[in-house]
């Protein structure tokens, strides 16, 4: 079993190694399209699934990354769509699955890394589904809309 989830991986975009072995890359679709640009975008996942219901056994992964589409006012065939995804109308509850089965694949003491762009709905928005506050974050970005949030999952203690 490999080390590292990308929950949604995407494209890759956030990786410096696009293939690292380390790492096992999840996405809900798999596909090659031609941007308005002209590049090619390619969307190649190891595993097509969905990262609200992951099919990997509970305390699998060391590291997990979440990004997932953070945009929902955008056209189902936009090149920002294409590229970064798009929100369902149940975009709440579909963050929330998200991030819960993230910790659940998540080893304990393992470190959940959390994505978010804010250009449409807010991190604060977003800590508030999830019930959560991150340990640490760090904004970036042009116009620093673009959030790194780092969680820890924690042991469970038997008394």
Known sequence: MKRILDACCGSRMCWFDKHNSE???MDIRK???TLCDGRTLE???DVVGDFRNMPFDNDSFHIVLFDPPHLKNIGK???LAKKYGRLFPTWE???KQGFDECMRVLKPSGTLVFKWNEQQIPT???IEII???PLFGHTSGKGQHTIWMCFIKQIKILV
């Open 23 to 25: 790492a096992l890359f």
């Open 31 to 33: 596909e090659t399209t």
């Open 43 to 45: 969307v190649n996942p």
């Open 77 to 79: 065939s936009s090149w």
């Open 93 to 95: 509850d579909d963050i």
């Open 124 to 126: 604060d928005r977003i």
């Open 131 to 133: 019930g959560r506050k």
